[in-house]
């Protein structure tokens, strides 16, 4: 189950995103993504893994999307998957990228580590190399060949916790890379090798 409830943004779709959204769909459909262990690459029993289940708010275009992207036996929705590359997508370009399941899996372990079904806020998720240079010319603090290019970071805000006991929670989990920016009051949460800073 997945709605996407739409705001003033424009679909934004190029024909490379297109592309890469139909290579991962096959994807997808060819292995079918039947054990989560095989995403995060060890033995991840599917009844440890918490539901597949989130909502997004996208904080640029005030799309709302709730999705189940995994079932109770560990398989991955294409057409789930494809609604979460679209509401994740690059704000300023509008270009549509594959977003790595083990980043979805990461936001998904903290946000149930927490208790809670709260809505996730996205600050930024996939970043075109047109935006990401953009924001490097600016001075802002974002890393050149940034993971949010591949698809694989998320900045987050879970409305009602505060971003630091977002930070410790995802520390403990130790899954990926874990960014705090208190001044910005958001996450990041990546699916590279566990740091954090």
């Not at 424009?10 to 297109?18: E, H, L, M, P, Y």
């Not at 300023?92 to 927490?114: F, M, P, W």
């Not at 698809?151 to 409305?159: E, S």
């Not at 971003?163 to 990041?188: C, D």
Request: charged share 25%; with cysteine.
């Amino acid at each position: 189950m997945h709605r996407l409830n739409e705001g003033t943004a424009g679909q934004g779709w190029t024909r490379r995103a297109f592309l890469r959204a139909a290579v991962v769909g096959t994807v997808l459909l060819a292995r079918r993504w039947v054990y989560p262990s095989e995403v995060f690459g060890r033995e991840v029993a599917i009844r440890h893994l918490p539901e597949g289940r989130l909502t997004f708010v996208n904080l640029w275009t005030n799309e709302r999307l709730d999705v189940t992207y995994r079932d109770e036996d560990g398989h991955y929705d294409p057409q789930a998957l494809d609604a979460v590359n679209h509401i994740l997508r690059c704000h300023y370009t509008g270009e549509v990228a594959a977003i790595d399941v083990r980043v979805i899996e990461h936001v998904n372990l903290v946000q149930k580590s927490l208790g809670g079904r709260r809505e996730i806020h996205v600050v930024s998720g996939y970043r075109s190399p047109e935006h990401n240079a953009m924001l490097v010319r600016s001075g802002r603090r974002v890393a050149k060949h940034s993971l949010h290019m591949q698809g694989q970071a998320i900045d987050i805000r879970i409305p009602g916790v505060h971003p630091n006991v977002i930070r410790h929670t995802a520390m403990k989990l130790q899954y990926g890379g874990v960014g705090y920016y208190p001044r910005s009051k958001f996450v990041h949460l990546d699916s590279g090798p566990f740091r954090y800073w």
